[in-house]
């Protein structure tokens, strides 16, 4: 059935008989239809194609007029049990008021469904009456003779009901005919009713036509609203904006109406016609060639949008839904990148043009990569906001390179050096993280920093000999700076990493030897007694970084040479702060350098724990043999290869002392035969008992003040050259020793005359009056500076160390390769050595080993030399 405000189709097809399959029933009992299925047109098809034998009953004239109607059931889109057309029948014997050779048809009941389609069909269950018990049922399939056809004028009237329909849309205004019109039979609502009629047109072939005239009536209604826009020329960017923006927003929810109201058709003919666009894109198509296509319409539009941008560039509000809105539309209509984006982007390069070389002139550095990072801020939140997704990659890259591309060597010129000096950590992570966004702007920055590195460690701190006494120390402070500028703004960047390396290699070592043996005597003064400046944990950490320094030298036997001696004095006199300490920097170089390189180091430790148990045997060895005595002696037992080389200095020392290194000597020799014993008086000290008149002190002194001390056991007055020619020690050592008994702070002798330099003529005595507040009191020996020939000493000996390293090389390579030429021996021998060789130096090695016939240069060619075994 079809409400009578459309007209309405003639299908009933004759009355079809079906065998069916359902068990005998009652006379009062019922059959429930079962579930019904969709089936497609081409199901349909192959219905129709069905050939069958149906069996027709005559039905005959009952007493029942309601037992005679016959309702004749069409299912359009949904069948039972089988999925075909079916009508069910029923054969049964006549009733009583009937004839028996009459047959009495029955047909289902049940209430009326409606579909999608608009279509009515009966479901539910048929009640088969005054059928005797066991009678027969049958199910007739039967196909339609003749299809359905249209009314003449259902087509016409129907495109009326439509066309009404979607001007009315267009127009917002409501339809001319009655809802009770509409609701007549089947009480559907207006969309229903409306797409009822969509579906029946396209059903029989009417859809292509339908497709036109609707495009037609869409067409007509778009031309119509491009007559606004022209009539208002001079109109206000943001009013003509906000205009096409309203006319925008009333087509999408127009098209979306009638789309709704034809999806039958769009889903079936449109979908099924690749060539065709769908409703929407229709829609979308003859906005985009009537509005926007047009070039007044467009202009202004793309004119005012990039209006509105420049506006909210200089930091005034704008609409930016309205923006939003526009830009959307654009990419709806594909025209957003050759419309907009091309001449967005090219004035956003002129503009940020024009802004970094103005501001690079008006602005400092950290100002203005504060300026860069709000503008990237600003151009990310606008691609957010209301700009395609396809323009951030080419907008960030147009600001990145006119704002930092363009200023790399400028800006990095202009202030990185100042924000290095000064340590501005926010700032140089903001030059690295905007530089990193650029081609290039790390590979710049890398070359800068490098550069003002280089010059620092270069040229104020190692090259200047002023700074020797500071060198270590601004070595360390300088190397801390810069890792913690790489780690926290250069995000620990690889590149920086081993840069910086190889600028602390190369200029640390650009002075031969002398960093070496200044980071030695820095390693002394942080483990010599005294120091207070740390704790044992601040100590490591400081030894730590010592060593980071260390792995940068390549005159690792200068160090050494000098560590060695400074840690003899220490482990002899007792200066060393903590054992701990000294064994932990032990540790550190053996893992840094090797076993070989400690093996000396190693030594002297087991030197002195050696002593140590040999003074117990020895302290036994004197109670055993009741030896007299009021001196306790102490010796501590070097070994020569272990410890530096010390100048032997015979001195007179007193009867007892002699007495007593004798005992020691035939104690040591009675257990260790064949060894020599050699006295180093330089490196001895002592604990002397003096009486004043203030009371009685101990003096820890060295041997040589015990010497001086002791002859003012003998007498008054001495003059120098009496001391000298008693004691027999060197002069400028006498000297020294002199000037610390009465010059220095606890004056235990007088000098006459008084002066802070020992002069020859000079005469001493001793001060009765001395006053002390402690009971021991050290007085330590003036040390005289390291002059310029010890260094040249320690420093001959450690190039005499290397020829000899040097030399074994040489032979090494030689005796493994016997024949080989100059340039490839002078390349292997550089590989093997770990400290730096002047080509003038290696070759005089090669000479000597050619003179002491370990080698000989070819006959014939003399670049060449050969192995002599």
Known sequence: MFPTGLPSPNPPPPTQEARTVASDVNNDSSITSSKKRKINSS?????????????????????????????????????????????????????????????????????????????????????????????????????????????????????????????AIQNSTSIKYNLEELYQVQQMPLDTVILIAVENLCSHKISAKLYKQLRVVCEDHIKAQINQFREYPFLHVTLFLKKIDKCWQDHCRQMIMIRSIFLFLDRTYVLQNSMLPSIWDMGLELFRFYIISDLKVQSKTIDGILLLIEKERSGETIDRSLLRSLLSMLSDLQIYQDSFEQRFLEETNRLYAAEG??????REVPEYLHHVHKRLEEEADRVITYLDQSTQKPLIATVEKQLLGEHLTATLQKGLNHLLDENRIQDLSLLYQLFSRVRGGVQVCLQTSIYKTRKIIHCTIVINPEKDKTMVQELLDFKDKVDHIIDTCFMKNEKFVNAMKEAFETFINKRPNKPAELIAKHVDSKLRAGNKEATDEELEKMLDKIMIIFRFIYGKDVFEA?????????????????????????????????AAFTSKLEGMFKDMELSKDIMVQFKQYIQCQNIPGNIELTVNILTMGY??????????LPAEMVRLQEIFKTFYLGKHSGRKLQWQSTLGHCVLKAEFKEGKKELQVSLFQTLVLLMFNEGEEFTLEEIKLATGI???????????????????????????????????????????????????????????????????????????????AIVRIMKMRKTLSHNLLVSEVYNQLKFPVKPADLKKRIESLIDRDYMERDKENPNQYNYVA
Not at 70 to 84: A, H, N
Not at 577 to 589: G, I, N, P, R, T
């Open 43 to 167: 199901e349909k098809e192959d219905i129709d194609s069905i050939s069958s034998s149906p069996k027709t009953t005559n039905s005959s004239s009952c007493s029942s007029t309601s037992h005679h109607i016959q309702k004749k059931l069409r299912f359009e889109d949904s069948v039972d049990f089988i999925g075909l057309d079916v009508k069910m029948a029923e054969e049964s014997s006549s009733s009583a008021s009937c004839s028996s050779n009459k047959t009495k048809t029955m047909f289902l009941t049940g209430g009326v469904v409606h579909h999608a389609n608009g279509l009515t069909k009966t479901a539910g269950s048929a009640t088969f009456s005054n059928s005797k018990p066991g009678a027969a049922k049958k199910l007739v399939i039967k196909n339609f003779k003749e299809k359905p056809k249209l009314p003449e004028n259902y087509t016409h009237e129907t495109w009326q009901k439509l066309k009404e329909a979607v001007e």
């Open 357 to 362: 070389q103005r501001l690079m002139q008006e």
């Open 562 to 594: 000098f560590y060695k001696k400074d840690l003899a004095k220490r482990l002899l006199v007792g200066k060393s702060a903590s054992v701990d300490a000294e064994k932990s920097m032990l540790s550190k170089l053996k893992h840094e350098c090797g």
């Open 643 to 652: 410890w530096p080389t010390y100048i032997p200095m015979e001195v007179h």
């Open 730 to 808: 060197e002069d400028g050592e006498l000297r020294r020793t002199l000037q610390s008994l009465a010059c220095g702070k606890a004056r235990v002798i007088h000098k006459v005359p008084k002066s802070k330099d020992v002069e020859d003529g000079d005469k001493f005595s001793c001060n009765d009056d001395f006053k002390h507040k402690l009971f021991r009191i050290k007085i330590n020996q003036i040390q005289m500076k390291e002059t310029v020939e010890e260094q040249a000493s320690t420093t001959e000996r450690v190039y005499q160390d290397r020829q000899y390293q040097i030399d074994a």
